[in-house]
């Protein structure tokens, strides 16, 4: 009987976690559960300024789109400014960063579940395209930063986000050596850095010309399909599941 208890055991350890995690399967046109985004993309013909590209698609409202452009946007009452002003060529990396991640309807294959009070869905390790990153890098140098992760650690008790106690304002390139320390630091690794070009369909631009379409959306696709692929084997784990009850009455001895 020892066997059959440890076959038990084993089956339990293996079904239980597949059965409670919710697995998404829309990956692609789809908005994250955050805290400002539309439940589905749609057409938004008077976005932004720079979120204009998204005009035919997003996740964002027009509000949104003109929140973002603002210095201490109402959004997340987050500063740039937080060691003297943030230089304007370097502040608008960060307004597209920002319009990126509130309308694109293309990072899907991207999206993970969060524990966090103001939002339900997150982006882990989207590909950003290596021109994007650089640039964002480059203009950003010579500004001043006191952190190098912005999603913790700051003190909130004036309401907005202050440099904490025991940090000191430096220049961006003491914080983020090199233009990967920035992409992937700075949002607790929303990004990854890649080596692939802008156009190259494998990785996410943060910056384009809506004239040509919108690069993103072929980029979603083949990382969606990707995963995909991925997925086929659990057709068999799918199986393999559905079978389980059998599976525990008889290693209970029952059939
Ligand atoms: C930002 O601050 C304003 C005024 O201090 C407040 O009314 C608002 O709720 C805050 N917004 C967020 C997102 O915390
Ligand atoms: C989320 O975090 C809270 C507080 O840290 C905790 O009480 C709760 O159990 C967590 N929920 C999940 C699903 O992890
Ligand atoms: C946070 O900032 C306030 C002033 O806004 C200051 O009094 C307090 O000591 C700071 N706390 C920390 C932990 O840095």
Same mark, same amino acid.
């Given at each position: 009987?020892?066997?059959?208890?440890?076959?038990?055991?084993?089956?339990?350890?293996?079904?239980?976690?597949?059965?409670?995690?919710?697995?998404?399967?829309?990956?692609?046109?789809?908005?994250?559960?955050?805290?400002?985004?539309?439940?589905?993309?749609?057409?938004?013909?008077?976005?932004?300024?720079?979120?204009?590209?998204?005009?035919? @698609?997003?996740?964002?409202?027009?509000?949104?789109?003109?929140?973002?452009?603002? +210095?201490?946007?109402?959004?997340?009452?987050?500063?740039?400014?937080?060691?003297? @002003?943030?230089?304007?060529?370097?502040?608008?990396?960060?307004?597209? +960063?920002?319009?990126?991640?509130?309308?694109?309807?293309?990072?899907?294959?991207?999206?993970?579940?969060?524990?966090?009070?103001?939002? @339900?869905?997150?982006?882990?390790?989207?590909?950003?395209?290596?021109?994007?990153?650089?640039?964002?890098?480059?203009?950003?140098?010579?500004?001043?930063?006191? @952190?190098?992760? =912005?999603?913790?650690?700051?003190? =909130?008790?004036?309401?907005?986000?202050?440099?904490?106690?025991?940090?000191?304002?430096?220049?961006?390139?003491?914080?983020?050596?090199?233009?990967?320390?920035?992409?992937?630091?700075?949002?607790?690794?929303?990004?990854?850095?890649?080596?692939?070009?802008?156009?190259?369909?494998?990785?996410?631009?943060?910056?384009? +010309?809506?004239?040509?379409?919108?690069?993103?959306?072929?980029?979603?696709?083949?990382?969606?399909?990707?995963?995909?692929?991925?997925?086929?084997?659990?057709?068999?784990?799918?199986?393999?599941?559905?079978?389980?009850?059998?599976?525990?009455?008889?290693?209970?001895?029952?059939?």
């Amino acid at each position: 009987m020892a066997w059959r208890l440890i076959a038990l055991v084993l089956l339990l350890a293996w079904t239980a976690p597949t059965c409670r995690a919710r697995v998404r399967t829309d990956l692609l046109n789809v908005c994250m559960d955050a805290k400002h985004h539309k439940a589905k993309p749609g057409p938004e013909d008077k976005l932004h300024a720079q979120c204009t590209p998204w005009r035919k @698609k997003a996740c964002c409202t027009v509000s949104t789109s003109q929140e973002l452009h603002k +210095d201490t946007s109402r959004l997340y009452n987050f500063t740039w400014d937080h060691c003297g @002003k943030m230089e304007p060529a370097c502040k608008r990396h960060f307004i597209q +960063d920002n319009c990126l991640y509130e309308c694109s309807p293309n990072l899907g294959p991207w999206i993970q579940e969060v524990n966090q009070s103001w939002r @339900k869905e997150r982006i882990l390790q989207v590909p950003l395209c290596r021109e994007d990153c650089e640039q964002w890098w480059q203009d950003c140098r010579t500004s001043y930063t006191c @952190k190098s992760n =912005w999603h913790r650690g700051w003190n =909130w008790t004036s309401g907005v986000n202050k440099c904490p106690a025991r940090t000191t304002c430096r220049t961006f390139e003491a914080y983020f050596p090199t233009p990967a320390a920035l992409c992937e630091g700075i949002w607790d690794h929303s990004y990854k850095a890649t080596n692939y070009r802008r156009g190259s369909g494998r990785c996410i631009q943060m910056w384009f +010309d809506p004239a040509q379409g919108n690069p993103n959306e072929e980029v979603a696709r083949f990382y969606a399909g990707a995963r995909n692929a991925g997925v086929m084997p659990q057709g068999i784990e799918h199986l393999l599941l559905s079978l389980a009850p059998m599976l525990y009455l008889w290693l209970l001895g029952r059939v």
